[in-house]
């Protein structure tokens, strides 16, 4: 029996991080075996330990020592959510200043499959850079979960996070987990 593919999940700084737990569980109940990565800022929503329990690893949001060995398996595939409007950017960029952005630019590079669920306010969404971040990302394979109508409006906080559009992440991680085991 072929091993569960690995999916690198990543929250960032936002309430639908609060939601991890949930995306694991579905995760899991659909074969994956997970590993959770926060940004900086995404570590204030996720609750690790209860995320260290779900999935049997660190949460982690660092790099590690040159010297140590790495404590996750290899990821298949990438989910960011919610992907902020400043991991975009920074990601359309090729900027890899933490470690979230890090493997989600070498997964892009090896062609690994990325889901990118941005959540920026409504406001923010019609920044001239995030369009143009959206479409450099998407012609590089990135797939994204993204309804331009449905985003929070500035503020909107907690309740907003109701909203974030959990049912399409799943289904674009059901493609992502076909994907993957086809190509084994």
């Known amino acids: 029996m072929l091993e569960k593919p ?5 929250g960032c700084g936002g309430y ?3 939601f991890m737990p949930e995306l694991v569980r579905h995760a899991q109940g659909e074969g994956w075996d997970v590993c959770v990565i926060g ?8 609750d690790t330990e209860l995320l260290r329990e779900l999935t049997g690893y660190p949460v982690r ?7 140590e060995p790495d404590v996750l398996p290899d990821a298949d595939a990438f989910v960011v959510a919610p992907a ?17 952005l890090g493997l ?3 997964a892009i590079g090896m062609g690994k499959p990325v889901i990118l ?21 998407a012609e590089a394979g990135v797939r994204f979960v993204l309804d331009r109508a449905a985003l929070p409006l500035p503020a909107s906080g907690r309740p907003g996070a109701a909203t974030f559009p959990w049912a399409q992440v799943y289904s674009a991680l059901a493609v992502a987990r076909d994907e993957v085991l086809s190509s084994r």
């Open 39 to 46: 940004t900086r800022m995404g570590m204030r929503f996720l």
């Open 16 to 18: 639908p991080s609060e």
């Open 61 to 67: 949001d660092d790099y590690k020592n040159p010297n």
């Open 6 to 10: 690995v999916l690198y999940a990543i």
């Open 117 to 137: 669920a941005p959540w920026p306010n409504q406001e923010l969404v019609k920044h001239p850079a995030f369009p143009r971040s959206v479409e450099l990302l």
């Open 84 to 100: 902020t409007f400043n991991t975009v950017n920074k990601v359309a960029g090729g900027i890899s200043d933490n470690l979230a």
């Open 104 to 106: 989600v630019n070498e």
